[in-house]
């Protein structure tokens, strides 16, 4: 199969699809890899390493995608780059489709097959190509955080953890999943006041268990909710839905009773945001302030810290990358029903099903789409 790997075009996104570790692997089992011209340079992955890899360097992205069976990028692609998509064409990257109508409807009318990072199953249930940059967002979380509680930045000029005899910040995470523990870690480790709020009450359990008294639980309730978001220094929005709409769990009335100066990071702006007052900024221009409220919605995060991301993700994306051109896409996920899991475009249809209810389409079910 032939691979290819165009560079990231999103506003300040310097991660990449493959590693010239990943190319080697592919090319070693017998697959053909292109990469784009300074697809890695910005991360120290320039083009003699893909090129003693094996890879071949191509001028440009339209190359690309005209030559490639399948397209490992990292970010959804851009309306540019849908419109080089072609029938027959996998395309293999992080997609984010139900809070982005325009997108799926590109993709659609592409005719590829779209199979997306973030809907990818494993057989305890979690995302395993997602949680690794749920990992770094989490930790990104409060240090963008820290800094936007910085007078400078707008903030209360407030430092997390306090010094003696002055209390910390107080830090409230909406969420206890991957980008919340690792949200929570962080800011513990700056020794901030820290309370995690989760509808799941075993996942309390676990994390008072994994934390002990150092952290604070509460379960998800609209009181509770309101009650530590009014009271609180920082607010992480870490909640997901896998594939669909993040739920808006804090509303444009509550931003408006918080604290001036206070701080909300929405990690889920991805799949929309939870916060009803979230819209997507880039890191160019990472924040803005509604009702004195700081507001950072970058819906790239890891993409700040692109080369520890890039190796991360090519750690968990590589397995399934290689199934993919090994076997062909049908093939590895008839064998693989968590691989089957990220099928979300297939041929002109929409084959996942919160993105085709959230979006109003007629579901495609992905068996369908095996079989067809």
């Given at each position: 199969?032939?691979?290819?790997?165009?560079?990231?075009?999103?506003?300040?996104?310097?991660?990449?699809?493959?590693?010239?570790?990943?190319?080697?692997?592919?090319?070693?089992?017998?697959?053909?890899?292109?990469?784009?011209?300074?697809?890695?340079?910005?991360?120290?992955l320039d083009d003699a390493l893909y090129t003693r890899a094996g890879a071949e360097i191509v001028a440009d992205a339209a190359a690309i995608f005209a030559r490639a069976d399948m397209v490992v990028k990292v970010k959804e692609p851009q309306p540019q780059e849908c419109a080089l998509l072609r029938p027959g064409q996998v395309l293999f990257t992080y997609l984010h489709l139900a809070p982005d109508p325009e997108q799926a409807q590109a993709l659609v009318d592409s005719g590829a097959t779209a199979i997306a990072y973030e809907t990818v199953t494993d057989a305890r249930g979690g995302l395993p190509l997602l949680s690794p940059m749920s990992e770094v967002a989490g930790r990104m979380a409060i240090q963008a955080g820290a800094h936007c509680l910085e007078m400078e930045q707008g903030g209360r000029g407030m430092l997390l953890g306090g010094v003696p005899g002055v209390p910390?910040?107080?830090?409230?995470?909406?969420?206890?999943?991957?980008?919340?523990?690792?949200?929570?870690?962080?800011?513990?480790?700056?020794?901030?006041?820290?309370?995690?709020?989760?509808?799941?009450?075993?996942?309390?359990?676990?994390?008072?268990?994994?934390?002990?008294?150092?952290?604070?639980?509460?379960?998800?309730?609209?009181?509770?909710?309101?009650?530590?978001?009014?009271?609180?220094?920082?607010?992480?929005?870490?909640?997901?839905?896998?594939?669909?709409?993040?739920?808006?769990?804090?509303?444009?009335?509550?931003?408006?009773?918080?604290?001036?100066g206070s701080v909300l990071v929405d990690v889920a702006i991805d799949q929309g945001g939870c916060f009803e007052t979230s819209r997507p900024t880039?890191?160019?221009?990472?924040?803005?302030?509604?009702?004195?409220?700081?507001?950072?919605?970058?819906?790239?995060?890891?993409?700040?810290?692109?080369?520890?991301?890039?190796?991360?993700?090519?750690?968990?994306?590589?397995?399934?990358?290689?199934?993919?051109?090994?076997?062909?896409?049908?093939?590895?996920?008839?064998?693989?029903?968590?691989?089957?899991?990220?099928?979300?475009?297939h041929d002109g249809r929409i084959t996942y099903g919160a993105v085709a209810q959230v979006l109003g389409y007629e579901l495609f079910p992905p068996d369908a789409a095996l079989a067809a």
């Open positions: 199969m032939l691979i290819g790997v165009p560079k990231e075009i999103k506003t300040h996104e310097y991660r990449v699809g493959l590693t010239p570790g990943s190319v080697r692997e592919m090319v070693a089992h017998g697959h053909r890899v292109i990469v784009q011209h300074d697809a890695g340079t910005a991360i120290g910390p910040a107080k830090v409230v995470i909406l969420g206890g999943g991957v980008v919340g523990t690792n949200a929570a870690r962080m800011a513990m480790g700056l020794e901030a006041h820290v309370t995690v709020i989760d509808k799941s009450l075993n996942r309390l359990k676990e994390l008072d268990f994994q934390f002990g008294s150092k952290l604070y639980t509460a379960f998800a309730t609209r009181d509770a909710i309101e009650e530590h978001v009014l009271d609180a220094d920082l607010v992480i929005g870490a909640v997901l839905v896998p594939g669909a709409a993040a739920p808006r769990l804090v509303s444009a009335q509550m931003v408006k009773a918080m604290k001036r880039t890191h160019a221009q990472p924040t803005y302030v509604v009702d004195g409220v700081i507001h950072y919605c970058v819906a790239n995060m890891p993409g700040a810290v692109a080369r520890t991301s890039t190796f991360a993700l090519n750690n968990a994306t590589l397995p399934f990358a290689l199934a993919l051109a090994d076997k062909g896409w049908k093939q590895a996920m008839r064998e693989d029903p968590h691989l089957l899991a990220g099928l979300n475009v």
